[in-house]
Structures are given as C-alpha cells and as structure tokens.
C-alpha cells in the first residue's frame, strides 16, 4: 500500500483550519496591528469604515423602519381600544336613555293629559314598592304576616333554597293577581299572588309567565312583528310565534304590547340576543335578555289599571276599596 505525503502548503492549511491556529493568526493579526506605523492604521481603519458603511446604513434604515411600524402599530390598538371604550359607553348611554324613558312613561302614566281634547276612559295608577330580601322575607315568616300563597297551600317551611321576589305591597293597597311590575320604567314581572300586605312578584323569565309583546329596531322606532313572551326559568326568557316572514334580529327591542289603550307609551321588556331557525319551522325561535335584572331589583312599582271620571282617575273593582299607601321611608 502506498502513502502519499502531504505537501507543505496542505499542512499549512489544516493548522489554520485546527481552534488553535484560528486563534494564534487572530493574535498574529492584532500584534501585527499595534506594531504599524500611526499613518498605516488610521488607512487601514479608514478602509474598513468604507467597506462595513454600507451594512451600517442598511441596519439603520431597518431600525428606523422597525420603530416607526411598532408605533404605528401601538397607536393602532390604542386607537382599537378607545373605539371600544367610547361604542361600549355610547350603547349603555342609549340604553340609560331607553331605562329614563320608560321610567317616565311609567310615572306619569297617570297624570299626563292626552294631546288630543277627548278624555281617556282608563289611566294608570303606580304604587311604589320595595322588594323584600331573603332575611325580611323568613322574618315575615316567622311573625306570620307572610300569607302570599296560602291559599295553594305554601308555608313558611316550604322556602327551602330559592325564595319567589316578594313586594311589600298587597291587598292593602289595592294591589291585584295580573298587574305588571315594573322597575326603572321597564317590566320586570306580573303579580301572581297577593297577601295582606305583601305580594309575590313573577319575573318575565320564570315559567308561567306570558304577554303579548311587540318587536323593533335597536333605536326603538317603528313597529314590528308581534309574538307571546314566556318565560323559560333560564336566564334568557323566549318569544313564540313570531312568523318566519318577519324580519326580525339580535339587538331588536322587545315592548309590552298588551298595554295599548292603558299606557301611553310601551314598557320595555328586553333585548333579543339570540335568533334561531330550525330546518322547516314557519317561526323564528327568538331568544331575549330582560333589561331588569331581578337580583339588582330593590324598588319597583305596580301598575294598577283606573277608569277616569272626569279627568279624575277612580280605582276599578278591588283597587277602588283600598286607599293608595305612601311609600314607607
């Protein structure tokens, strides 16, 4: 077998190749460096600014590129989120508008003349109520003042986990099974059983609860299709027997529509927040968010339906044998 030797110039290059002589021509070259004349090294120096100028600038521009797209960029979100801030606020100023409105309607259902010369045969009378928490409601119990539903056969120890929303109004007051109740100018139920002095309140949301309703657009104008509200015992109550022919769409408004002829404007009952069509049905399934929140209820009023006599309202039936009760302090 024969080797062949390796040359001069190869040895050389697998030395330079090795850690060891990359790092020993490095030092070579510093030395080299220091032991120049002043003159040679500032043109050497001068040179390799010449030829790294270029990269230099190149890396500049890339770095002024980069800053100005991260503040654009930054200014971008925070252009997004004060957009959100001010639609977010401008939608619950709408919706405040909405909550006084009603609030109006509802308060001066009773003493506002119509615009037109003729009297109206029947008005509303508001009695103002508030709505007794878990401890007043066993208190009440237990000193046997609590005689809402005895007649289905309730009893104090039968209020095990969830209590039904309790208003410190009743018979007393003329209070009556039916009449809406209504907080911040909109409906947050219907009586369904009345006491002595306090009465047990149905919000839109619990079962058993129906009325006749109407849609709208989310600004409240004009007038849509008409359904029956009901409640589900969910958080979201449903409206039925709206046709599928009828436009109808999540942020639409939903207004009491039994009322006409009682109330001169409307009471809002909720927003529609889910829209649903099953394969074949010839009825929107339509889902709504009550704008009353029962757990934020702590003052309402009920709504008592009068025939007027001569610009003066006169309780009908029961509510006319019971003097109206001032709100305690």
Same mark, same amino acid.
């Given at each position: 077998?024969?080797?062949?030797?390796?040359?001069?110039?190869?040895?050389? =290059?697998?030395?330079? !190749?090795?850690?060891? *002589?990359?790092?020993?021509?490095?030092?070579? /070259?510093? &030395?080299? +460096? %220091?032991?120049?004349?002043?003159?040679?090294?500032?043109?050497?120096?001068?040179?390799?600014?010449?030829?790294?100028?270029?990269?230099?600038?190149?890396?500049?521009?890339?770095?002024?590129?980069?800053?100005?797209?991260?503040?654009?960029?930054?200014?971008?979100?925070?252009?997004?989120?004060?957009?959100?801030?001010?639609?977010?606020?401008?939608?619950?100023?709408?919706?405040?508008?909405?909550?006084?409105?009603?609030?109006?309607?509802?308060?001066?259902?009773?003493?506002?003349?119509?615009?037109?010369?003729?009297?109206?045969?029947?008005?509303? =009378?508001?009695?103002? !109520?508030?709505?007794? *928490?878990?401890?007043?409601?066993?208190?009440? /119990?237990? &000193?046997? +003042? %609590?005689?809402?539903?005895?007649?289905?056969?309730?009893?104090?120890?039968?209020?095990?986990?969830?209590?039904?929303?309790?208003?410190?109004?009743?018979?007393?007051?003329?209070?009556?099974?039916?009449?809406?109740?209504?907080?911040?100018?909109?409906?947050?139920?219907?009586?369904?059983?009345?006491?002595?002095?306090?009465?047990?309140?149905?919000?839109?949301?619990?079962?058993?609860?129906?009325?006749?309703?109407?849609?709208?657009?989310?600004?409240?104008?004009?007038?849509?299709?008409?359904?029956?509200?009901?409640?589900?015992?969910?958080?979201?109550?449903?409206?039925?027997?709206?046709?599928?022919?009828?436009?109808?769409?999540?942020?639409?408004?939903?207004?009491?529509?039994?009322?006409?002829?009682?109330?001169?404007?409307?009471?809002?009952?909720?927003?529609?927040?889910?829209?649903?069509?099953?394969?074949?049905?010839?009825?929107?399934?339509?889902?709504?968010?009550?704008?009353?929140?029962?757990?934020?209820?702590?003052?309402?009023?009920?709504?008592?339906?009068?025939?007027?006599?001569?610009?003066?309202?006169?309780?009908?039936?029961?509510?006319?044998?019971?003097?109206?009760?001032?709100?305690?302090?």
């Amino acid at each position: 077998m024969t080797y062949s030797t390796p040359t001069i110039p190869g040895r050389l =290059r697998s030395r330079l !190749a090795s850690p060891t *002589g990359t790092l020993l021509l490095g030092l070579a /070259a510093v &030395v080299l +460096l %220091l032991l120049l004349p002043g003159g040679w090294t500032v043109a050497i120096k001068g040179l390799a600014h010449e030829v790294l100028r270029p990269g230099q600038l190149a890396a500049l521009a890339l770095r002024e590129h980069a800053e100005r797209v991260t503040t654009a960029v930054k200014s971008h979100f925070q252009s997004a989120a004060e957009l959100a801030e001010l639609e977010e606020e401008l939608g619950r100023l709408r919706e405040e508008n909405r909550r006084l409105d009603g609030a109006l309607t509802a308060a001066s259902a009773a003493s506002e003349p119509p615009d037109d010369a003729s009297e109206p045969l029947l008005g509303v =009378r508001v009695i103002p !109520a508030r709505v007794l *928490g878990h401890q007043a409601r066993v208190f009440l /119990a237990q &000193v046997g +003042l %609590l005689d809402v539903g005895s007649t289905s056969g309730v009893r104090p120890e039968s209020f095990v986990v969830e209590m039904p929303p309790l208003v410190d109004r009743g018979e007393d007051c003329g209070v009556e099974s039916g009449q809406w109740v209504a907080s911040g100018g909109c409906v947050w139920g219907k009586v369904v059983e009345v006491g002595r002095r306090t009465s047990t309140v149905r919000p839109i949301t619990e079962p058993g609860y129906r009325d006749l309703v109407t849609l709208t657009g989310p600004d409240g104008k004009g007038r849509g299709p008409q359904g029956i509200l009901e409640g589900t015992g969910e958080p979201l109550a449903r409206v039925r027997l709206v046709a599928v022919t009828e436009p109808v769409a999540v942020g639409d408004l939903v207004w009491t529509a039994s009322g006409k002829g009682l109330l001169p404007k409307p009471l809002l009952c909720g927003r529609v927040v889910r829209v649903e069509l099953a394969s074949g049905a010839t009825h929107w399934g339509i889902w709504i968010e009550p704008t009353v929140n029962s757990a934020d209820v702590e003052h309402a009023v009920v709504l008592q339906a009068e025939v007027v006599e001569s610009g003066k309202p006169k309780a009908e039936s029961g509510a006319g044998k019971h003097k109206q009760t001032e709100p305690r302090s």
